[in-house]
């Protein structure tokens, strides 16, 4: 493992910096609660829902009546959150975590989030997902009147900015409100104060966030609606686009209080909602602004079926991501829906590269067809998306291989034609 | 982690000691070649095939001309197999694997395997899947003429017999042949002398073997055929029960010579292919003694849909076991198969326990529901077994509570009826 | 391993943190040569010789042309740094170093050193060994300004300071000048900019600082001078108190500009060197300031023997901190030196603890007697200090158990009268 | 890390394997006593004491009541015995432990000790030191009544020969004796059965072995008198060579039974005592067969001091080998000792290779001089052996950079002239 931290330093600072270097795709998680207790816990959890969202790092910070106290490392929630490092953490009311995902060559430590910072009026931990598209000049604004740096990401960004405003303002929720008006781009957050959980989602509403209510009264907030079940919450509502609600643990049943309307941006019908969210990102059983992200993939293979129909005899999805829109081109086709593809669970991010003699190949190592589903077949084949050719050219010789008579490939996701500023990582290979 | 070798001394040695503590469910795999190349890698990859019979511990045994090297270690196979430890094992024609499941308390370095040995006319390395009924006496016999055991395992006992017969036979097949006529109960063994390798299959068939063919003209023998495709060999049939294959590095092709019909036992037609390997252990990718694993199941599901229908709108896996046998169901009933229950794919084998005031349970932190898939729905569900009613019961709960208006649970296992002494861990909490 | 990072949220800020939790022993280490090299190793060599002033954690930033790259983590200096982790660094003609000392509770990843920023005129590295006396008064006006702050160590507090006057400055010379005389309390630093290695000794000269040439044309920069010869340094000099040394990859031959004489502070002569740097932190083999560490403590032992002489047949220093006393004891008095006491040298940091019902203790597993040096005679026993009376007791009571007549306990260091705030770990048990 | 377990498979065995790779360098523990408690930790204090002799790999075996449980692998006693793997050890009597020395290439998991074996007649462990001369001899015997090795250790061969004799014996004290008279070369063997505890030492006396007795009325069997004080037991003696001491939990106190005078071997006075033990391995607070390992030193230094004077002002000796007899040579010489190279403590085993435009060397890493002592000074350097005069000459060039007039090198062990086959390894590079 290596953990460099690399930074360049080019007349007039980071600029220069490629966009898609200091992106964010990630998962938020907050919880706040009447009682003290093992609120670490509860955090895990809700991160291992959200685990899809990232894979780099991850990090919880507890807030112990006032005090707060963080862990955060590389690695996935199961690795870094083990007995011994949550028996570190205090108790407490309440807590935020974060996972992030990563981008080839910015494994930073410091950017690990929640990031947790301490200023003029106490401290602020601070879990952030989106990309900004005005980073860069508000860093240059920020370090132009004194700012350091110790991260690339953008989170640092909106603390200063939040902790800038929280000088001038009675309330962190009025510097939140006055901050966020500032950024441009993505956002969707979940802050702690000594005293108060804050959640903020972006005008434009391109990441999810959504909150609900345990039965012992916590409230949860979480990038997505499966994170809520794992910590026993019912989902209440997505925030709106352009709202902020603030828990406080001096409410005596923490309900929030919700800012929206004209409060960070005028009342707009406005969503720009990130495609990739229904297509990749999102877990199937995750609902975001009222539609179900299964539901949606299984209309896209409803919609396939209707406009591309292949006389075949089998429907085969590629796992898992595929899964979902072959039921849907089965359903509307008529035609069975079968497993014929098993995707191997064992082959995680260790992984032994084949000899240069090689005769096998990384596809074949993951993805094993099964002979009897596709044998003397014409199989229609579905996938969510095409990232890279080559794979799913290997996909399709390992069915032939198998004995597919016919394979008729069908991607349930629109063509990807233009590049994306908001926090989709688009890779240049 | 602790890695305890315990062992009771008792008078008479350990015969008291419950049959399920040296049980055994594993994977083998064995590969031969007609040139010198890193056939460690290759049986990495064929591990990670076999992986989902043994998570507890792997191990490769490379024959590099005559000397062996091992590498053996808990853990799983990308976690034991990293670029350093390959770069410790020699290149060679040969090799043999392994992945051993782990049993509560039993997890003892001294277990790992392949088994790798010295004695008079040479060194033997053995990888072992199976469970002998006899092992205590043949043990007992071993020990009154002088064997002492380092292990607990019947493997260490297996080694004995060959090795005690190869004092007195003229070859390494000869030996092998003797010793397995008195073996009682389940083995399928691949082995390595300094230039052999050999496969055997128990008289009865209980656990599953294979061997295929690589373009370049290895062979590969592996517990399930899943494991050939990934090094590129195609599958040329099982091994009958009751047989052996021997390869030797000395023919030209490295083509084996089989040894059956009265070698090991007298011919017939009686096996007794374990039923735990189409209904739980065995890769639905696999085929074993001509019947699709996958093929199997969803018969089962088929069956299931004509013996106990159910008026329902949809009929539901629980993931991943349940998934063949659900889509065999929906297919005979005409019901729509559907994706009803996600399963986490994060939550390993290190996993944060729910705090004392839980809200929470395991069993809703590794199964989502979708919801837009149960609300309001009569649903089927489909499980391969009961293991715990607990969980099944809590799984009817978790659908419940996302809106499914009945549920229907069927399983498409028979009833479990008497223990097993050959080799199945049947837990007794 | 735990790595929390715990912070109180008071009103107005920290202030109310006792001193003692924010105290830094540390060691610093830079170098600046003509040609492009794997600097990174030079830097491990010489933290290897400061790895006695701190062995919490440790950190080398590397100077690629401008790009800083950064590897920094909790554990000592060969744990650290190891093959892999050098690998990730690249090449380049500078590079800085540090150890931390850890104290109990703090041992933050956020307070590994060296800081690293960025502010607007482009890169700041910084290693600091030394504790400012006006720290929170700093930090709360940063704050008001708006500044945030990661960690709770004085060196991002000098990071600030450094980079808020080089918005005002044209070099970055000029900006250090004008921060460290706002600095009050003991520091020495060492920093790099995209083309300056810059060295600073606070005006007192509290902590050691000095600086040495390389054949090769390099220079070296460190807490002590034993870490010069380790890279082949030859010592020049001390910096003296209020002096800052700049060295520039633009100077063909690297040789620094030395600014001091109303620089930082009115020339003159009040040095405040600390004492314990002389009676515990220093290597023996470091010369501070023109003085010998061995040398001053055989000197203390002289001055023991003189003036408190003791009628016995042996001298015995207790190893390692008394050893230099006690040849010095020794000399004066013309009683013969002798090891008295083994230290295991394999006792670290892991320890196992003793059981409860201990028939053993620390001191016991950590220092030996040995007997025949012991036995029959009249010891003078020399340490350094009395860090905890029960520590020397215990020794004592070795010697006797090992069949010490007298035992002469004589210790080389003044009693320690009034607490420390200039980065001197007063423990309070 | 790599564990590889390489074995040579040749005609006739493992003969041809060369004497060296076989050797064992180690250290023996063994504690009994008459209440149950935590004796792996005694365990573990008695081997931090005998790490010294052996840096590879350790382990211990509890005796809990009959049961033995194990915890041993590669690395030094305080990595290998952490908190959590002493908690998965039980409480019990009985316990035995060693340390073992690692060569090139033989670094395996296999031959780590004590070894655990079960035979016809229960359990044995076993812990040794020492080399036998006629091992293959004894294993081609065993092999051809059908032994099988799972070990290249001499360890193996010996648990084998006591287990064989075992069958024939009424106790495991007769089998020992029958046993050992078999085994040629060095041997100092710790045992345990269900019920005793076994320390032998060959009749040569090669290895050194000694015991002695806690105030709670425990015995403590040890191969240094070092190891015994750590846990609170006072020497008795050193066995005799060709001595067997029996320790059972069934005698009330625990008093050993002693087996010699014509026991293993007729009664003799012909001691073969290692001077490797002395001069080396031994550490200097140990006394073996009544002679201070320090002292021994400390008269080869008087010795040569009057065979080898030297005009000069000042005795320096090379940490930590030759401090005992410079003390010596200084004693009787009249010259004042000193001081006059530190040693760096913190470089271990994971250690930063110098760069290729290496200005530096490992010697300068590890050893300093202290300038103060040496510049301008006639010095006597004193080392306990010249193991490659590289190392000396680079020593001698540090003191002449650090100023000394004239160096005069004087080795206070007598020259190596020929290959010793009991367990020294003498390394051919």
């Known amino acids: 493992m290596e953990f460099c931290h690399e930074t360049k330093e080019v007349p007039g600072g980071l600029q220069s910096l490629p966009e898609h270097e200091i992106h964010e795709e990630c998962g938020v998680f ?16 809700g991160l291992y829902a959200l685990q899809h969202r990232g894979q780099e790092s991850c990090g919880i910070v507890v807030n112990d009546d006032g005090i707060f106290a963080a862990h955060r490392d590389l690695g996935l929630v199961g690795e870094v959150f083990t007995e011994q490092t949550l028996a570190g953490l205090p108790k407490g009311r309440m807590a935020i975590g974060h996972v992030r995902y990563g981008t080839t060559g910015g494994n930073s430590r410091s950017n690990i989030q929640p990031m947790m910072v301490h200023h ?34 953008d989170t640092e960004t909106i603390c200063y900015m939040i902790t800038r405003e929280r000088l001038k303002s009675d309330s ?70 352009g709202e902020m609600l603030v828990f406080s643990t001096e409410t005596p049943d923490c309900a929030p209080v919700s800012y929206k309307d004209n409060c960070i941006c005028k009342a707009n019908d406005t969503r720009c909602p990130c495609i990739f969210e229904y297509i990749y990102f999102a877990r199937p059983d995750s609902v975001i602004d009222g539609i179900s992200v299964h539901e949606t993939r299984v209309r896209a293979g409803r919609i396939l079926a209707s406009e591309f129909p292949a006389a ?29 593809l098993v995707k191997n669970k064992y082959v995680g991010r260790s992984f032994i590269a084949p000899s240069q ?36 050219r290997r996909i399709i010789s390992i069915l032939r ?3 597919a008579k016919e394979i008729h490939l069908r991607i349930s996701s629109p063509p990807f034609r233009h590049p994306c500023f908001y926090g989709v990582d688009i890779g240049t290979s």
């Open 401 to 403: 291989e198998a004995g």
């Open 312 to 340: 075949a005899d089998v429907v085969v999805g590629v796992p898992d991501s595929g899964l979902d829109a072959a039921i849907g081109y089965a359903a509307q086709s008529g035609l069975p829906y079968e497993i014929g």
């Open 120 to 153: 003029q009026k106490g401290n602020l931990a601070l879990a952030h997902n989106g990309n900004l598209t005005n980073a860069l000049d508000l860093r240059d604004r920020l370090e132009l009147s004194g700012a350091i740096f110790h991260s690339t990401s």
């Open 30 to 45: 907050g919880i706040i609660g009447p009682t003290v207790r093992e609120v670490s816990r509860d955090v895990g959890h």
């Open 172 to 241: 962190i929720e009025a510097a939140v409100l006055r901050a966020v008006r500032s950024l441009e781009g993505a956002y969707s957050l979940v802050m702690m104060s000594a005293a108060k959980l804050l959640a903020v989602r972006d005008p434009l509403g391109f990441r999810p966030l959504c909150y609900g209510r345990c039965e012992d009264g916590s409230y949860v907030v979480a990038s997505e609606s499966c994170a809520l079940a794992v910590v026993g919450a019912a989902f209440i509502r997505d925030l709106v686009p």
């Open 357 to 392: 003699e090689a005769r096998t190949d990384t596809v074949m190592i993951k993805l094993s067809p099964v002979r009897s589903v596709l044998a003397g077949k014409r199989v229609v084949l579905i996938d969510d998306s095409i990232v890279r050719g080559t794979t799913s």
